[in-house]
C-alpha cells in the first residue's frame, strides 16, 4: 500500500510524517524504515526505526532510489513499513519520472506499507498519482 502526504513547503508534512512513524513504532510488530534526505528526523523519531539517509548513499534520482529500496528490503525481510521524506528532492522535482517511479514502487512493496511526503501542490500531481493522496 502507497500513501502520499502532499503540500506546499512548510505545510506540515515532514511533522504528519514523524507522528506516523512514532505511531507505528509503537503498534507495529514488524521493522520499520525511515527514508530522508538529510537528517532532519533524527531527535523526531523513536530510535527503534531505523533512520536512512539517502545523501550518505551519494544517490540521486528515481532508478537508484528504486535499486536503494529494493536493497534495503531485500536485507530484511521483517520490514512492514517504509517511510520517505522528501520524494521530489530524490527525484530532481521530475513528475513524469515520480510517477513512473511509483508504478514500479507499487509492485516492488506490494507486501509494505510505504508513506512518501510530496512537496507539490495537489493538483499538480499527475492523476494517476492522485488516489495515494491521504490529506
Sequence with gaps: MIEFIVGAKG???TKTLADMVNTA??????????I?????????IRHT???IDVDEYNISG????????????AGNYDITEIYIDGILRIGAHDLGGF???IEQLSVLCNNVKV??????KPERLPVSLRQYQIN
Design 11 to 13: 505545510s506540515g508534512k
Design 25 to 34: 513504532a509503537t503498534e507495529t510488530m514488524g521493522n520499520i524504515v525511515c
Design 36 to 44: 530522508e534526505k538529510s537528517m532532519k528526523l533524527t531527535y523526531d
Design 49 to 51: 526505526v531505523r533512520l
Design 62 to 73: 528515481y532508478e537508484q532510489f528504486y535499486g536503494f529500496i529494493a536493497g534495503v528490503l
Design 99 to 101: 510517477e513512473k517511479f
Design 115 to 120: 508513506v512518501l511526503t510530496v512537496s507539490e
